[in-house]
């Protein structure tokens, strides 16, 4: 798997990660259920600053920090902002590039999201205290055309007081193939979760993502880290004009 492949695969996963469908039902478990629609209620209401850094196979940086600023309240054209690529001053080529990039994330989102195919009647308690409730949520059969659904688990930390999400991880189950040629070892997608104002439930603070397999006779691997900082609350584009929205989709790495 080279670098493009690579990254085209981890970042394929953040987009969809925590997207959540607009209908929970009345079938999953109370308290996920609680947790993921007080998530669903802050949809698009924070402005953030987004600092991405990519590692190779041997866990050594690859390039510098990239650092995006997205703003939900601007147009849709204007919603990211490029404001560092690679630890530098990004040259308009590049900055083309990243834009062009932007555009089929957001295309790829408006695709059937990874909550509408998480099987969230099936959720179960997998851990118990007074700390936390672990989920485990499979995912629906024949959720991706590419990747095997039944080789993937999702799992959610909530907190039992608050009734709001601490942890997200999505992950592999064991190894599988992919195209027949691509072996792939390991995939982990892991969100940690930060109260930013207390009124409000807590927000992705730090995503990673990692995998590793074997293409041909070749070891590949690599992983991103994500952080997310310097929030604001702001007001919707879409609620400038009372725009109704169908479906809902919590938030797109």
Same mark, same amino acid.
């Given at each position: 798997?080279?670098?493009?492949?690579?990254?085209? @695969?981890?970042?394929?996963?953040?987009?969809?990660?925590?997207?959540? +469908? $607009?209908?929970?039902?009345?079938?999953?478990?109370?308290?996920?259920?609680?947790?993921?629609?007080?998530?669903?209620?802050?949809?698009?209401? *924070?402005? =953030?600053?987004?600092?991405?850094?990519?590692?190779?196979?041997?866990?050594?940086?690859?390039?510098?920090?990239?650092?995006?600023?997205?703003?939900?309240?601007?147009?849709? #054209?204007?919603? *990211?902002?490029?404001?560092?690529?690679?630890?530098?001053?990004? %040259?308009?080529?590049?900055?083309?590039? *990243?834009?062009?990039?932007?555009?089929?994330?957001?295309?790829?989102?408006?695709?059937?999201?990874?909550?509408?195919?998480?099987?969230?009647?099936? $959720?179960?308690?997998?851990? %118990?205290?007074?700390?936390?409730?672990?989920?485990?949520?499979?995912? @629906?059969?024949?959720?991706?055309?590419? @990747?095997? +659904?039944?080789?993937?688990?999702?799992?959610? #930390?909530?907190?039992? +007081?608050?009734? %709001?999400?601490?942890?997200? !991880?999505?992950? %592999?189950?064991?190894?599988? !193939?992919?195209?027949?040629? +691509?072996?792939?070892?390991?995939?982990?997608?892991?969100? /940690?979760? $930060?109260? &930013?104002?207390?009124?409000?439930?807590?927000?992705?603070?730090?995503?990673?993502?990692?995998? $590793?397999?074997?293409? @041909?006779?070749?070891?590949?691997?690599?992983? &991103?880290?994500?952080? *997310?900082?310097?929030?604001?609350?702001?007001?919707?584009? #879409? #609620?400038? =004009?009372?725009? /109704?929205?169908?479906?809902?989709?919590?938030?797109?790495?």
């Amino acid at each position: 798997m080279n670098h493009r492949l690579r990254k085209r @695969l981890v970042l394929g996963w953040l987009a969809g990660l925590l997207l959540l +469908a $607009a209908g929970l039902r009345a079938e999953v478990p109370p308290l996920l259920n609680s947790a993921l629609r007080k998530l669903q209620a802050d949809e698009n209401r *924070w402005a =953030f600053t987004q600092t991405t850094q990519e590692f190779d196979r041997k866990g050594e940086p690859e390039g510098g920090l990239t650092v995006e600023r997205f703003d939900p309240s601007q147009h849709y #054209d204007q919603q *990211w902002t490029l404001v560092s690529y690679q630890g530098r001053e990004p %040259t308009p080529r590049e900055e083309r590039a *990243w834009r062009k990039r932007k555009a089929k994330e957001t295309k790829r989102r408006e695709e059937k999201s990874l909550g509408e195919v998480m099987d969230l009647e099936n $959720a179960r308690a997998v851990e %118990t205290s007074d700390a936390k409730v672990a989920f485990a949520v499979p995912l @629906l059969a024949g959720a991706s055309k590419r @990747l095997p +659904a039944e080789k993937f688990v999702v799992r959610m #930390d909530v907190d039992p +007081a608050n009734e %709001t999400l601490q942890a997200f !991880r999505l992950e %592999t189950t064991g190894d599988f !193939r992919v195209l027949g040629v +691509a072996k792939i070892d390991r995939i982990e997608v892991a969100a /940690e979760f $930060a109260t &930013v104002d207390p009124q409000f439930a807590p927000q992705p603070a730090r995503i990673t993502a990692s995998g $590793a397999g074997r293409v @041909l006779f070749f070891r590949v691997g690599g992983a &991103v880290n994500i952080v *997310w900082s310097e929030f604001r609350r702001v007001t919707p584009y #879409d #609620d400038r =004009f009372k725009v /109704e929205i169908g479906e809902m989709k919590v938030f797109g790495f």
